[in-house]
């Protein structure tokens, strides 16, 4: 597989595995795993949040499972408060994907359930961030991903 650069800071990426089943070390999650294009985005975005934006790298997690009746979702990131209480979703796309509105549409479906205040939709090259206000039902783009502070 050929991995892309990305319009994100490198990191030190922990490879193992054959070149037809590529691995790659997923911190947060604390094992190796599959090294696809959305997961190469992932562990990037990963690093900038918590080095270069400062989240704690402890309320970050991967592929956080969620359900509606028998149908099963799994969210790509979820950013928790202190109180465990979910603050942004992430959602990660390969870097030849297009971030279009069926994207949006797909992040918007978990926020049904977690009901966060930031959505964030990146294919690595591309990164959308929108806050978004319930008492007023409105939602606003940011111009870039928020600093941790920020969201305090």
Same mark, same amino acid.
């Given at each position: 597989?050929?991995?892309?650069?990305?319009?994100?800071p490198p990191f030190?990426?922990?490879?193992? @595995?054959?070149?037809?089943?590529?691995?790659?070390?997923?911190?947060?999650?604390?094992?190796?795993?599959?090294?696809?294009?959305?997961?190469? /985005?992932?562990?990037?975005?990963?690093?900038?949040?918590?080095?270069?934006? @400062?989240?704690?790298? @402890?309320?970050?997690?991967?592929? !956080?499972?969620?359900?509606? @009746?028998?149908?099963?979702?799994?969210?790509?990131? /979820?950013?928790?408060?202190?109180?465990?209480?979910?603050?942004?979703?992430?959602?990660?796309?390969?870097?030849?994907?297009?971030?279009?509105?069926?994207?949006? *549409?797909?992040?918007?479906?978990?926020?049904?359930?977690?009901? /966060?205040?930031?959505? !964030? /939709?990146?294919?690595?090259?591309?990164?959308?961030?929108?806050?978004?206000?319930?008492?007023?039902?409105?939602?606003?783009?940011?111009?870039?991903?928020? *600093?941790?502070?920020?969201?305090?």
């Amino acid at each position: 597989m050929t991995l892309c650069e990305l319009n994100l800071p490198p990191f030190d990426a922990r490879l193992r @595995g054959t070149q037809q089943k590529p691995e790659i070390f997923d911190f947060l999650r604390r094992r190796y795993v599959a090294l696809t294009p959305e997961e190469w /985005v992932r562990q990037h975005f990963a690093h900038f949040l918590i080095e270069q934006k @400062g989240y704690p790298k @402890g309320l970050l997690s991967n592929e !956080v499972e969620l359900r509606i @009746g028998d149908k099963r979702l799994r969210c790509d990131t /979820v950013l928790y408060n202190l109180a465990a209480q979910p603050r942004m979703i992430i959602e990660y796309k390969a870097p030849t994907v297009r971030i279009t509105q069926r994207v949006i *549409d797909q992040i918007s479906a978990y926020n049904l359930l977690l009901r /966060v205040d930031y959505l !964030v /939709v990146t294919n690595g090259l591309q990164h959308n961030c929108c806050r978004i206000d319930y008492d007023r039902n409105v939602y606003e783009f940011l111009p870039d991903i928020p *600093d941790y502070s920020a969201l305090l």
